[in-house]
């Protein structure tokens, strides 16, 4: 059900042509600086349309000279590194480790529900096993916390296995059920009286933070910004923050190249005709059970990463941590509304993970008596997004990419000459409606919202444009280009 | 009944396997020799597929024995049937829908192809220069198929005719010394027939290949086989050249029954 | 053994409880192949708009209005023909006619709320990949939710039940009335559910809807009217489901039904989710298999040891306990 | 499908208003943070009675000791960190389960939003205006650690209040002592809260205390029956359980203990077990759904059994969910119910009433009560608001046995050495042909008295 964009030679090349680049950096910048909420909202919006207008020009100008993923992979990269400097506070460099940590859980979930199409809702108690084995061995037993992590993360490798074996038996929703059960059994299985002196028990496990090694604290006490943070304690909070971000992003970067390479070796390809055909796959030489587990035992390692990135970063560990839905569940929904089976998709689903929460949360506070509706915001983004984006955010975004430029212009132009006055006056009045409330809130944030939209006009209005065309099935996109991207 | 001078590729012996007491074939044997072109034909619900399943070894028969170039089939598991050099098309289908052509062809290869999990993760050089070269197998048999226009093209948007090329060029690309085709005719017009047989013909000799084929199309298996076997009700009721065949009662008598059924089906 | 029996009778009780979810999510599940991970928020929402019509203020029932917050006075008692539509009081509970009226009344809405979720919700995911339905319903699931906590506030409310009188004392146990009423009302839907899949021309074309789309279409079924109807019906059954159930677990929350929907999928599943003899056996079994691991072995274990037994049990039955297996084509 | 047979959904109509309701809570929050800058209260400047927002209260204060008035008169020289303090305004964050399985605590932000948006209209505190922000962390404690890491790290508050639950105020412990930022009032009931360092301050009487209150309740007028404890299986359960079994030393025998899961439906097989062993008296530290049922199903079973039950379950609200069963239940108690017809009590519900507050419950008075708290608190401080004077007002000048809440039974305590603030409990029974509690029956214990 995946798309991946090919080209001539076959190659699947990760990522973004510009179009992408610059919905992505509009996203990332319009989350980050919407959160930040700093003193100076105006110099942030003005600068989020810089850099937008950059990389959108800059993007342009590169598509024909390097149509090739290493200077897209080196920008991203770049970026993630100078992200500490990027965000207001130190808040905002802890979510951005835990987005590195939560992208390590859905890449592990993507290579067993996304590439193999088996549907686990027991990642949570993997992520568990991982963090708690870690937490017992360096609080309990004193271990280096690097040596724990190091049997953390096998042990949990150990147990994907196990967990993979129902899978040999189990098809589709008796397997989900399955390994939600086995998520059910883990919380209380830490509480019990037989385990708590290693446990902690309900008061769980709490553990000092790793703090960088001396030269590497005083160089990013020396080069922290010096207007987010004034007094010392802020400035060694950035060192540790910032180290601990390192480490996740390395981590998250280490996840991410091995989740492309394997989506796309051998072994990408037999799960995924696993997930097709099991029948064809024996045909063709597959050992599908033997594939089935092992898709289990790579996602586990990754749920390993993630546990150990996770007791780094949140240092604290008690079985209320591992509920259902914050670990088992939602990575598994944000997998999906990021695009299954895809590179990319785990990364925007970790971002929406961590972030559409809090953008949502900032929403709902803002509406005032209606905070308690947070839920049924989120309810509705995930109804959404699943229901017109079906092949998730990134599949939606490669579907518009997969289109030739020239003729999306064309294309919206004509799309536009065939809508009825009726769509053009209820448009115009939402716009006026927009504005005014723009009015009486704020402008510099609908300044900022409109340049976005006049900035990348086809790119963005043919992303919305595929939304309304969901919503108008009587406006067809030309044929040839139809059988280009189905 | 003529026997193979050599000893036969594939050797089929009172094969013989029930469903729920259905006996679905009761003690066949044939004998598939090498770089033959063999038809298997009989009418629907004969135990043709079956046979297909039990010698890729989806099933297993309840008795006798299949042997593959001296090799008791029976002791190998389904997915290492591919290595040892038996590869097959399905008849009603059955690619993964959501890679493209190429992918597909790609899979096809899995068995040739020997990069573990943690140095296909890393890429290791080792790793690329096994892919390129995969990849290259796999383009030039698309290639040779006519399929390049359609190379990175997902499957599931392709019409019927090209997904069952799509078929047999995955099955070619796994290096196979015997290919079982399930009915490549299906769906196909008279024209495109006659050009199936004559590529199958030129398959065969370019890839050296020994081919069990099972057609509902009687003069494409006439035209290019050279035995046929005839299955009815699970056994088997005649084996011999075409013009042989042709001739035997109890074939007649099988196809009579099923008139509607032969030749012009579709 | 007395100790025995009154766990048994008690975990049968809330095991019916847990089975009549149970049923719902299985008919879902035949009726279009989803698994509906909303079903117990969508019980819940429904209830509690069955628990504002039998409120004394009246005009609290229109959803969302919130006349009632403001304006107390435009209390009333709406007749029909005579008959008082509101039958009983806030503290006596409801007269068991007017309970009958009441649980009419909300379980049409809930039919008309289930095919309006499937219309608008559900049909846009449809024929694409099983998960993204499976999303939808968690997006329904938050969002119900979240509107009920909103609308009703976190604060359980107390739930009329039609049988309120002394427990019933069969010697070895006694069951209250209303566990009694519950086991029934499981059974008879059971056989309801039962025969309309089986017997029944309308389910016969809801299952093949299911099963075969396409197939379905070409031989004249209206495929989409049976999806709708499927969730419709659902949504009706979770309905009964849970007005039986927030009386009997004192009372309706806006977080009632997560605990019943994990225990109700865990009796789905171990029942096998095609069968509704499997639904109501098999949310007998965890009731009781709970209820006896508290007994006998320690409260502690008790979720271990019925979740272990459930993935235990898969490993034998891939597909439940009355299940159809699954046919492997080639 | 022909254009014309378009179901309505999928019209331009809809295209539209799609897009609209993206575009206009996107802009929403966009321009959120402008919002902020422009609600700066504009009569804060012209007033300066900070009496006239603290009502009767303050009246006792200013007739304190003369050792009291030099303390008083120390606070105005204290120099110290002032993050989220201005002249007009001080920033205070705190977090609570708006979603989730615990959202029932909600209404505990509700409460004190409503008595702060009244002293704010008032002026406000020593002229600044109070403004709270408060995150949702869904009792979960990873979500705890971001939502104050956020509140510290983001919105700089100045302090934390009456952050609710155990596991996530384990979870930030470490983390706000090393921050040195003060959590003041912490609503969760674990013995801890008492010496955890100088800026973490615990409000309401620990579990332990609670049991141990019950248990000697039962000790003296239950002597040598049996008795079994049912308790959730988490810090609030077993520390109860825990302090329960102190208080009935040996005076009982215990037959058994049961534990049940936050998310359970029911713990009926559970006091079934309990009850069939003997046991005559319960004790039950459980939530209000699951108690309730307990209670009903007990009594349908034809069984009579003493219970004892935490202050958690102890509210008229239980009373009306258990449908007439919870008659003469004992419970633990610090704080009255809604339905107390003591005219006092029934002043702050009207309070709530009065402020679209259409059943307010025992956790609106609850915030009315920790709400009275954090003012007093900052009253004290007055003008000179740092996070250092604040600390010492908070152990030497504000609470030092002469203020006392309204709707508390004895003076708020605080020391340096024992920063938890209600160290009291009475027992309370349950008189359902009234509708109240019957309180305090015996003596208020002290919780100083129950520690040795």
């Known amino acids: 059900m995946h798309q991946t964009a090919h080209y001539r030679d076959g190659v699947e090349r990760f990522v973004p042509s510009p179009s992408e680049a610059v919905l992505l950096a509009a996203l990332v910048l319009f989350c980050w600086k919407l959160y930040g909420g700093t003193e100076n909202d105006a110099v942030a919006g003005l600068s989020s349309v810089v850099v937008v207008v950059v990389a959108w020009v800059v993007g342009v100008s590169l598509r024909a000279a390097l149509n090739d993923m290493r200077w897209w992979l080196l920008l991203g990269f770049l970026v993630a590194l100078i992200v500490p400097w990027l965000g207001a506070n130190t808040f905002q460099v802890g979510v951005m480790s835990q987005v590195c940590v939560f992208a390590l859980l859905i890449f592990g979930l993507n290579v067993v529900t996304g590439y193999t199409g088996q549907i686990s809702l027991g990642h949570g108690a993997l992520v568990g096993i991982s963090a708690y084995i870690i937490a017992i061995l360096s609080s309990n037993y004193g271990w280096n916390v690097f040596a724990a992590m190091t049997v953390g993360i096998s042990v949990t490798t150990a147990f994907g296995f196990v967990l993979g074996i129902p899978a040999l038996r189990l098809a589709g929703p008796y397997l989900a059920i399955a390994t939600l059960a086995a998520a059910l059994i883990f919380p209380p299985l830490l509480k019990l009286d037989t385990f708590e002196d290693y446990t902690g028990g309900i008061q769980g496990l709490h553990e000092t933070r790793l703090s960088p090694p001396g030269p590497i604290e005083s160089f990013l006490k020396e080069h922290a910004p010096s207007d987010a943070y004034q007094n010392d304690f802020q400035r060694r909070k950035f060192a540790e923050e910032s180290y601990l971000y390192y480490i996740s992003l390395a981590a998250g970067v280490v996840g991410l190249v091995t989740l492309w390479n394997l989506g796309r070796s051998r072994f990408g390809r037999a799960f995924v005709a696993v997930r097709d055909s099991e029948v064809a796959a024996t045909s063709m030489g597959i050992n599908v059970p033997l594939y089935k587990v092992t898709a289990f035992g790579i996602s586990a390692l990754y749920a390993g990463f993630a546990g150990a990135a996770f007791f780094l970063v949140i240092a604290f560990v008690a079985p209320e941590s591992f509920d259902l839905v914050n670990l088992s569940i939602n990575p598994l929904a944000y997998l999906v509304i990021g695009g299954l089976a895809t590179t990319g998709g785990p990364v925007v689903g970790a971002f929406g993970y961590m972030w559409v929460p809090r953008v949502i949360n900032k929403i709902a506070t803002v509406s005032g008596d209606f905070d308690k509706l947070q839920g049924a915001m989120t309810g509705l983004l995930l109804i959404v997004v699943m229901t017109r984006l079906p092949q998730g955010v990134w599949g939606g975004v490669r579907r518009v990419n997969a289109l030739s430029w020239q003729r999306l212009a064309g294309d919206s132009w004509a799309w536009a000459f065939q809508r009825s006055p009726l769509f053009w006056a209820g448009l115009a009045l939402a716009a006026v409606v927009v504005v005014l409330i723009a009015q009486f809130i704020g402008t510099v944030w609908a300044v900022f919202a409109l340049a976005l939209l006049i900035v990348a006009p086809h790119d963005v209005w043919s992303g919305a444009g595929d939304v309304l065309r969901r919503l108008n099935p009587g406006w067809k996109r030309n044929a040839s280009i139809q059988a280009d991207v189905t | ?266 | ?330 | ?452």
Not at chain 3, 260 to 278: E, H, K, P, Q, R
Not at chain 4, 322 to 334: C, H, K, R
């Open chain 2, 1 to 266: 009944m003529t026997v193979a001078p050599a000893p036969a590729l594939l050797q089929v012996r009172d094969v013989t396997i029930t469903f729920g007491g259905l006996v679905a074939l009761d003690s066949v044997s044939f004998d598939v020799g090498s770089g033959e072109i063999v038809g298997l034909i009989g009418p629907n619900g004969a135990g043709k597929t079956t046979m297909f399943n039990c010698v890729t070894r989806l099933y297993r028969p309840d008795r006798g024995s299949i042997t593959f170039d001296g090799r008791d089939l029976l002791r190998v598991p389904a997915h290492r049937v591919a290595a040892c050099g038996i590869t097959r098309t399905f008849q009603n289908l059955a690619l993964f829908p959501s890679l493209t052509v190429l992918d597909n062809v790609l899979v096809g290869q899995h068995h040739l192809l020997h990069a573990d999990a943690v140095s296909s993760s890393l890429r290791l050089p080792t790793v690329v220069s096994e892919e390129r070269a995969a990849r290259a197998e796999a383009c030039e048999i698309i290639n040779y198929l006519d399929l390049d226009a359609y190379r990175n093209t997902y499957v599931r948007s392709l019409p019927y005719g090209v997904q069952k090329r799509v078929e047999t060029a995955r099955a070619l690309v796994g290096r196979p010394r015997l290919l079982l085709l399930d009915e490549p005719a299906g769906g196909l017009n008279h024209e495109e027939v006659t050009r199936l047989g004559e590529q199958i013909r030129a398959i065969r000799d370019r890839f050296a290949l020994t081919v069990l084929l099972v057609e509902h199309h009687m003069s494409l298996v006439m035209a290019i086989s050279d035995h046929v076997a005839v299955l009815d009700f699970g056994r088997r009721i005649a084996v011999g050249t075409p013009a042989e065949v042709q001739r035997n009662p109890a074939v007649v008598e099988a196809y009579l029954g099923g008139q509607d059924e032969d030749g012009t089906h579709a």
């Open chain 4, 1 to 452: 499908m022909s254009r014309d047979r378009k179901p309505w959904y999928r019209t331009p109509w809809m295209a539209a208003l799609f897009l609209a309701a993206f575009a206009l809570p996107v802009l929403a929050v966009a321009c959120g943070d402008d919002d902020d800058n422009t609600t700066t209260p504009t009569k804060a400047a012209t007033t300066s009675a900070a009496t006239t927002a603290t009502g009767s209260a303050t009246g006792s204060a200013s007739a304190s000791a003369s050792a009291t008035t030099d303390a008083k008169a120390q606070i105005d020289t204290i120099k110290g960190d002032t993050t989220g303090v201005t002249d007009k305004e001080v920033k205070i964050g705190s977090y609570v389960a708006k979603t989730g399985p615990a959202s029932i605590y909600d209404d505990i932000e509700k409460g004190w939003n409503i008595y702060f948006d009244e002293v704010n209209k008032k002026g406000g505190i020593a002229g600044r205006q109070i403004k709270f922000i408060v995150d949702d962390d869904g009792y979960n404690p990873v979500n705890t650690v971001n939502v104050v890491k956020k509140l510290v790290e983001q919105d700089q508050v100045f302090t934390l209040f009456n952050g609710l639950g155990t596991p996530g105020g384990n979870a930030v412990l470490p983390y706000l002592k090393d921050a040195k930022v003060p959590s003041l009032f912490i609503a969760s009931g674990d013995a801890k809260w008492g010496d955890q360092g100088s800026t973490i301050i615990g409000l309401q009487p620990d579990y332990v205390t609670e049991g141990t209150t019950l248990g000697k309740y039962m000790a003296q007028n239950y002597k040598g029956k049996k008795y079994g404890i049912l308790f959730q299986n988490d810090d609030f359960g077993k520390e109860g359980r825990d302090g329960l079994k102190k208080g009935v030393g040996g005076a009982l025998t215990l037959v058994d203990e049961e534990t049940y899961e936050a998310n359970a439906p029911d713990i009926n097989a559970q006091a079934t077990k309990l009850i069939n062993a003997g046991a005559e008296v319960l004790g039950v530290f459980a939530t209000p759904t699951q108690f309730a049922g307990a209670l009903k199903y007990v009594k349908a079973q034809g069984k009579s059994v003493v219970w004892f039950s935490s202050a958690v379950t102890a509210s008229s609200s239980t009373a009306k969910l258990a449908e007439g069963a919870m008659d003469g239940v004992f419970s633990a108690g610090y704080l009255p119910d809604p339905s107390d017809p003591d005219p006092i009590v029934q002043k702050v519900v009207q309070f709530f009433k009065d402020h679209g507050v259409a059943n307010p419950n025992s956790f609106h008075l609850y915030s009315y009560m920790a709400a009275e708290h954090l003012e007093r608190l900052l009253t004290v401080v007055g003008k000179n608001l740092n996070r250092e004077s604040l600390i010492y007002a908070l152990d030497n000048v504000a609470f030092q046995g002469d203020w006392k809440s309204t709707l508390l039974r004895q003076p708020s305590i605080v020391t340096k050495s024992d920063h938890k603030v209600i160290e009291y409990e009475w027992i309370q029974k349950w008189d359902e042909k009234a509708g109240k509690f019957q309180y305090p029956i015996g003596d208020i214990i002290n919780s100083e008295t129950t520690k040795r």
């Open chain 3, 1 to 330: 053994m007395e100790t025995f029996f009154a766990q048994l009778a008690n975990g049968a009780s809330t095991g019916a409880l847990y089975g009549l979810l149970a049923l719902a999510l299985v008919f879902i599940f035949r009726a279009t192949d989803v698994v509906n991970f909303a079903q117990g928020e969508m019980a819940m929402f429904s209830t509690y708009l069955g628990w504002s019509i039998s409120r004394p203020l009246s005009l609290s029932w229109i959803p969302f209005l919130g006349v009632d917050r403001h304006l107390n006075l435009l209390t009333w008692r709406p007749e029909v023909f005579g008959l008082p539509l509101y039958l009983g009081s806030e503290n006596d509970g409801l007269t068991r006619l007017g309970y009958l009226v009441v649980l009419v009344v909300t379980v049409a809405i809930a039919f008309v709320m289930g095919a309006l979720i499937e219309r608008l919700l559900i049909r846009p995911s449809e024929g694409k990949n099983l998960l993204n339905a499976v999303i939808v319903t968690l997006g329904i699931f938050a969002f119900l939710n979240s509107l009920a906590n909103f609308r009703y506030g976190p604060v359980p409310q107390t739930y009329p039940a039609p049988f309120r009188g002394d427990a019933v004392d069969f010697g070895l146990f006694k069951m209250s009335q209303h566990s009694l009423f519950a086991l029934v009302v499981a059974a008879v839907l059971m056989i309801a559910v039962y025969v309309f899949f089986q017997r029944t021309k309308l389910g016969l074309g809801v299952r093949a809807a299911a099963l075969n789309p396409s197939a379905s279409q070409l031989m004249g079924i209206n495929t989409g009217r049976m999806l709708t109807l499927g969730w419709a019906l659902a949504a009706a059954i979770g309905c009964v489901a849970g007005m039986l159930i927030a009386p009997a677990l004192s009372g309706i929350s806006p977080n009632l039904m997560f605990g019943i929907l994990l225990y109700g999928f865990a009796a789905a599943v171990l029942g096998g989710l095609d069968s509704a003899l499997g639904a109501v056996v098999g949310g007998i079994a965890v009731g009781v298999g709970q209820s006896m691991v508290v007994q006998y072995v320690g409260s502690q274990w008790s979720d271990i040891i019925a979740f272990g037994l459930i993935i235990a049990i898969l490993m034998v039955r891939p597909t439940g306990l009355f299940g159809a297996p699954a046919v492997k084509k080639v």
